[in-house]
Nanobody
Framework: QVQLVESGGGSVQAGGSLTLSCAASGNTYDIDTMGWYRQAPGKQRELVAA??????????NYADSVKGRFIISRDSATNTVLLQMSSLKVEDTAVYYCAARHGRWYWGQGTQVTISS
């Protein structure tokens, strides 16, 4: 089992910045992917960004809508993943979920991000 605890959500004005943090605990050995998804009201959950570890090397994957604005990073020593969000837009408003894959996907409880115009 893997437990994920998110922090850092909140409300900011458009153009502002927020950083989300997610800490994994439990059976964290060999987590191969950690990332962030989001779900806006009335929409499906979508990938925001992820860090994939393969053969000891990490690669990142971003949704087109956040490229150039969001940066994801992972600290494997502490099993945390950060999502630095800048130039935030109203359409970034959603519940953001941390996710980790260790055989199966594990999910955090979600943290609300609200961007006002």
């Amino acid at each position: 089992q893997v437990q994920l605890v998110e922090s850092g959500g909140g409300s900011v004005q458009a153009g502002g910045s927020l950083t989300l943090s997610c800490a994994a605990s439990g059976n964290t050995y060999d987590i191969d992917t950690m990332g962030w998804y989001r779900q806006a009201p009335g929409k499906q959950r979508e990938l925001v960004a992820a860090v994939i570890n393969h053969m000891g090397r990490g690669s990142t994957n971003y949704a087109d809508s956040v490229k150039g604005r969001f940066i994801i990073s992972r600290d494997s020593a502490t099993n945390t993943v950060l999502l630095q969000m800048s130039s935030l837009k109203v359409e970034d408003t959603a519940v953001y979920y941390c996710a980790a894959r260790h055989g199966r996907w594990y999910w955090g409880q979600g943290t609300q991000v609200t961007i006002s115009s």
